[in-house]
């Protein structure tokens, strides 16, 4: 089992910045894949962005104002949000990917989640 803890979500307003993070614990040896996704209210979760092999997998819409990474020695992924916008408000999800590579679109091909961690943009 893997357990994935995200922190970093707050209030910010327009064009301001955030970090995420999510550690990993448990048999993370197992993982190839780590994505963050985020879910608006009242719409269905989506990707924001993955990373699996030193490859970034990027929503289109999203490329240029987020920025993953991973640092493995801290079992730690982040997220650097900037130039927030109030369509970015939603809650975000750490999210893992074990046995197969590649950081697919669709949360159904994912094994582990984080509890989540909420951002609002004002």
């Known amino acids: 089992q893997v357990q994935l803890v995200e922190s970093g979500g707050g209030s910010v307003q327009t064009g301001g910045s955030l970090r995420l993070s999510c550690v990993a614990s448990?048999?993370?040896?197992?993982?190839?894949?780590m994505a963050w996704f985020r879910q608006p209210p009242g719409k269905e979760r989506e990707r924001v962005v993955g990373?699996?092999?030193?490859?970034?997998y990027y929503d289109a819409s999203m490329k240029g104002r987020f920025t993953i990474s991973r640092d493995s020695a801290k079992k730690t992924l982040y997220l650097q949000m900037n130039s927030l916008k109030p369509e970015d408000t939603g809650m975000y999800y750490c999210?893992?990917?074990?046995?197969?590579?590649?950081?697919?679109?669709?949360?159904?091909?994912?094994?582990?989640w984080g509890q989540g961690t909420q951002v609002t943009v004002s």
């Open positions: 448990g048999y993370t040896s197992t993982i190839y894949c």
């Open positions: 990373l699996d092999s030193g490859i970034t």
């Open positions: 999210a893992a990917r074990g046995g197969r590579l590649g950081c697919p679109p669709s949360p159904r091909e994912y094994n582990y």
